[in-house]
C-alpha cells in the first residue's frame, strides 16, 4: 500500500489561511448547543455545564451578528439558546421538586 503523504508545513498554513474565525466559532457554538441540551437531559444531567452553555452562546451572539455572520445563522443560534434557556429552566423545577421521569420515558 502507498504510504500517506503529509502536508508539508506550508499546505497546512495555507489551509489556516482559508478558515474564517466565524467558521470555528459557528461549528464550536452548535457543539456547545448540542452539548447544553444533553447536559439538561436525565440521563447525562449537568446543569452547571448546561448554564455554561447557555451564557456562552449568549456572550458571542452579538459578536457574530458585528462580525457580518448571515443573521439567518445568528437567528438559529439565538433560537437553540432560547429552546436551552427553556429546556435548562424545566431541569431546574424538576431537580428543586425532585421529579425525574424513569429514562426512556
Do not use: C, H, W
Not at 50 to 78: F, H, T, Y
Amino acid at each position: 500500500m502507498a504510504e500517506e503523504r503529509r502536508p508539508t508545513e506550508e499546505e497546512l498554513r495555507e489551509a489556516l489561511d482559508r478558515v474564517a474565525v466565524s467558521d470555528i466559532l459557528l461549528n464550536a457554538l452548535s457543539a456547545t448547543a448540542s452539548l447544553g441540551f444533553r447536559r439538561v437531559s436525565q440521563e447525562a444531567r449537568d446543569l452547571a455545564q448546561a448554564r455554561m452553555a447557555i451564557e456562552a452562546l449568549r456572550a458571542l451572539e452579538p459578536v457574530l451578528r458585528e462580525s457580518g455572520v448571515d443573521e439567518a445563522v445568528v437567528r438559529d443560534l439565538e433560537q437553540a439558546r432560547a429552546n436551552l434557556q427553556l429546556a435548562y429552566a424545566k431541569a431546574v423545577e424538576e431537580e428543586k421538586s425532585g421529579e425525574t421521569e424513569p429514562a426512556g420515558a
